[in-house]
C-alpha cells in the first residue's frame, strides 16, 4: 500500500502563487505516474497535470503555461507549482499514483491523497 501526503494549499488572491507537494511513502518499488487532479464543488475530479518515471509530462489545457509539475523520483515527491492563479483554480487538489510496482514485480493499487484545499480570491 502507498500513503500520499499533500502539502502546500491554502488561501490566494488571484494572479498569485501557490505549490503544493505529494510524498510517497509505503512499500513499493516503484511509481511510474504520479500526478494533481483538483475537484471543485459540485463538480468532477479531473486531471489537472501528470508525469512519468521518466519526466514526461501531460497538463490540462485550462492549467497549460501556468503550472508546472515536477518530480524527485529519488524521494517519491511530486510538486505542482501554480502561478498566474485565477478564482477558477479554487478546488480540492489531490495527489495522485499508478502503476506502482513492488520489489518482486507485483502491481499495487492506484493511491490517492487525502486532499488539500486551495482557495483563489477575486
Known amino acids: 500500500q502507498v500513503q500520499l501526503v499533500e502539502s502546500g494549499g491554502g488561501l490566494v488572491q488571484a494572479g498569485g502563487s501557490l505549490t503544493l507537494s505529494c510524498a510517497a511513502s509505503?512499500?513499493?518499488?516503484?511509481?511510474?505516474?504520479m500526478g494533481w487532479y483538483r475537484q471543485a464543488p459540485g463538480k468532477q475530479r479531473d486531471v489537472v497535470a501528470v508525469i512519468t518515471s521518466n519526466g514526461g509530462t501531460h497538463y490540462a489545457d485550462y492549467v497549460k503555461g501556468r503550472f508546472t509539475i515536477s518530480r524527485d523520483s529519488a524521494n517519491n515527491t511530486v510538486y505542482l507549482q501554480m502561478n498566474s492563479l485565477i478564482p477558477e483554480d479554487t478546488a480540492v487538489y489531490y495527489c495522485?499514483?499508478?502503476?506502482?510496482?513492488?520489489?518482486?514485480?507485483?502491481?499495487?493499487?492506484?493511491?490517492w491523497g487525502q486532499g488539500t484545499q486551495v482557495t483563489v480570491s477575486s
Open positions: 495522485h499514483a499508478d502503476l506502482i510496482y513492488t520489489i518482486s514485480g507485483g502491481r499495487l493499487p492506484r493511491s
Open positions: 509505503g512499500s513499493f518499488a516503484s511509481i511510474n505516474v
